[in-house]
Structures are given as structure tokens and as C-alpha cells.
């Protein structure tokens, strides 16, 4: 007999859940649903801090509609069942000023964590194929609606190599820390091109695995096959690389 029900089933004919599973599962749906707000939360204060962008010319960024296909036809409200189509891609597309297209994830977590897996197959297969065309690619990490954080694509990508372990932890993501200004999340800062960019060089590791950028120092992996030339800017402070002047440590 399971602990967790008592002998004996309930007028609908279901097992009886003991008091302790009963308030274990009220719980579980709280924080469910605790979860869901803070993840809509997170992506209205984004789209709240896309639209400033908008506003001064900066980026033109928007939510990924999910394709979907009706079921029924709209009732007297204009409500109707659908379902999705498609698998799931990432959250945010858009262009930057300059012409380059920036592709992100959006991902809240109450954890002290943000594990790897919180992104399916499909969305990191969309990242990378975006990132090998030249997007700027990254997923931008909320921590319980406090802190908020732009963690470049090849750093999620290759963070079982950098960190030992398929998560990253609050304090190793605090080199990717984003600002919050005046009801602004500043999570395109340093990725669009003005007049004032900043120039600078890749210094690689002798293994040849590794990158860092000469201007905020942060480094980041590379994948197999992949040749220096072709990463032209930093994707966290937007530097742009010039060419010829990479340095092996």
C-alpha cells in the first residue's frame, strides 16, 4: 500500500489522499503558479524596457509569436481552442541599429541557479544556427525578479566546461550582470553599433578553446572548427574586434 493514499477510495472512486499529500499538492500548484506569474511578469518588464529602445532608435525587438492552429471556430467573444504547431523558439527577435539581428531567450528562476536544461532542444538548436549566422544570441536570466543577467550563447552553450557542472550559479553569473534603471532593464547595452564603439581584440588561450575579449575580460568558449575571424564583436560589450591583433595568452 502506497503512503500516500489510505485504503478505501473517495465517491468518484479515486484514492483518498492522505492530509499531508493533499497540502504537498496545494503547495506544489501554489508555486506553480507562483512560477507563471513571475515568468509573465519578466517578459512584460522586457517588452516594457524593448519598447524604450524602440523609442530612441535603438533596436526594434519583439516576442516570438508561437504558431498555432485553430481547433474550433470563435465563439460570441471571439474565443476559440488552438493548439501549437510548432515547437517552441526562442522568445525575442529583432534588428539592431547597424543591421545586426539579436536573438534571446527569457528565463526567471527563485533558485540560487539556472540550470541548462530550462531550454529545450528546439531553442538551443535556434540559438546556435542564429548565433553561426552572425545574430547577437544570449539568454537574459531573471533571479527571483531582483537580479537580472545577459549570459552570452557560447558561454550557455559550453557552461559544463566552464563551470564544471550543466548550471550556473548566482555568483558566476554576476560578470554578466544586467542593469535596472528607472523601470529599464539595460539588456542591450553595448550590443548596438553607435559612433562611440569601442574597438578591441580577441586574446586566445593556447588550446585554442577559449576566447576573452581585451575590453570587459570576460571569456568565452569555442566550438570545434570554429576560427577566430569570424567572431567580429564581443556579444556581451559589443566591442568590435579589429582584425589581426588577436593575442595568445
Partial sequence: MSW????????????????????????????????????????????????????????????????????????????FLACYTKAAQPDFKGTLTGGRSVVFEAKHTDSDRIEYNRLTPEQLDSLAEHHSLGAVTFVLVSVGLQDFFRVPWETWRDMKDIYGHKHIKTAELEPFRVQYIAGVLKLLEGLYLGLDQQTGHWDQDPT?????????????????????????????????????EATHE
Wanted: net charge positive; hydrophobic share 25%; aromatic share 8%.
Fill in 208 to 244: 585554442g578553446n577559449f576566447r576573452t575579449c581585451s575590453n570587459c575580460g570576460i571569456s568565452m568558449g569555442m566550438a570545434e572548427g570554429e576560427i577566430l575571424e569570424r567572431f567580429q564583436y564581443c556579444p556581451y560589450c559589443g566591442t568590435k574586434m579589429m582584425k589581426g
Fill in 4 to 79: 500516500d493514499t489510505v485504503p478505501g477510495k473517495n465517491h468518484e472512486g479515486y484514492p483518498d489522499p492522505t492530509a499531508a499529500t493533499a497540502l504537498s499538492n496545494i503547495r506544489r500548484s501554489q508555486r506553480g503558479l507562483q512560477s507563471k506569474r513571475a515568468g509573465e511578469y519578466f517578459e512584460n518588464l522586457i517588452e516594457a524596457s524593448l519598447s524604450w529602445y524602440k523609442d530612441r532608435g535603438v533596436a526594434r525587438v519583439e516576442k516570438t509569436p508561437e504558431p498555432m492552429r485553430p481547433l474550433r471556430p470563435p465563439n460570441r467573444q471571439g474565443q
